[in-house]
T-cell receptor, first 110, second 113 residues
Framework: TQLLEQSPQFLSIQEGENLTVYCNSSSVFSSLQWYRQEPGEGPVLLVTVVTGGEVKKLKRLTFQFGDARKDSSLHITAAQTGDTGLYLCARDTGGFKTIFGAGTRLFVKA | SAVISQKPSRDICQRGTSLTIQCQVDSQVTMMFWYRQQPGQSLTLIATANQGSEATYESGFVIDKFPISRPNLTFSTLTVSNMSPEDSSIYLC??????????FGSGTQLSVL
């Protein structure tokens, strides 16, 4: 299957807390993308991970690609209210046909 | 990167009517796509809009219901035909770039009464 499973589905935390969201698949993929979608907007690409075991950092966001390239995680340090949104993992299945996970809805409270 | 303008941004429509959504890109792009995002759900690919030929539809989506035009490399339209409340969704235009990147418009929030 090419399905991407994300967890948790919903997360509500206080500003300043840390959190991790996960993206899993039963199949190996060559690369994986993480997007963030804010209310009323389209998704915006945050990062693409390609190599098994790869870790990428984007300010307070840390993205990791599993060694077996079947899973990925996104860790946010010291969450801010501006981090509120829908976090989607996605993979290209060929010819730019991208499938998306169901997403993790994050709400950061002030 | 690409700047994508999508309109309308939202609309409320009556059952049985049709709505055409426009997508304008600030540069010529080869790959252009239409996605649907149902309430509280993730994104589902409707079709690939092909310039100069018929769109390529994904399983579960048909041309009669979602006719698509792509007259040139910067513009596309998606029509939602004979709407029912089940068509209430966000419809998103996107374009492909290098390295598997997708850029999205802001979406059209459609509510069908």
């Amino acid at each position: 299957t090419q399905l991407l499973e994300q967890s948790p589905q919903f997360l509500s935390i206080q500003e300043g807390e840390n959190l991790t969201v996960y993206c899993n698949s039963s199949s190996v993929f060559s690369s994986l993308q993480w997007y963030r979608q804010e209310p009323g907007e389209g998704p915006v690409l945050l990062v693409t991970v390609v190599t098994g075991g790869e870790v990428k950092k984007l300010k307070r966001l840390t993205f990791q690609f599993g060694d077996a390239r079947k899973d990925s995680s996104l860790h946010i340090t010291a969450a801010q209210t501006g981090d509120t949104g829908l976090y989607l993992c996605a993979r290209d299945t060929g010819g730019f046909k991208t499938i998306f996970g169901a997403g993790t809805r994050l709400f950061v409270k002030a | 990167s690409a700047v994508i303008s999508q309109k309308p941004s939202r609309d409320i429509c009556q059952r049985g009517t049709s709505l055409t959504i426009q997508c304008q890109v600030d540069s010529q792009v080869t790959m252009m796509f239409w996605y649907r995002q149902q309430p509280g759900q993730s994104l589902t690919l409707i079709a690939t809009a092909n310039q100069g030929s018929e769109a390529t539809y994904e399983s579960g989506f048909v041309i009669d219901k979602f006719p698509i035009s792509r007259p040139n490399l910067t513009f596309s339209t998606l029509t939602v035909s004979n709407m029912s409340p089940e068509d209430s969704s966000i419809y998103l235009c996107s374009v492909g770039s290098g390295n598997e990147k997708l850029f999205f418009g802001s979406g059209t929030q459609l509510s069908v009464l």
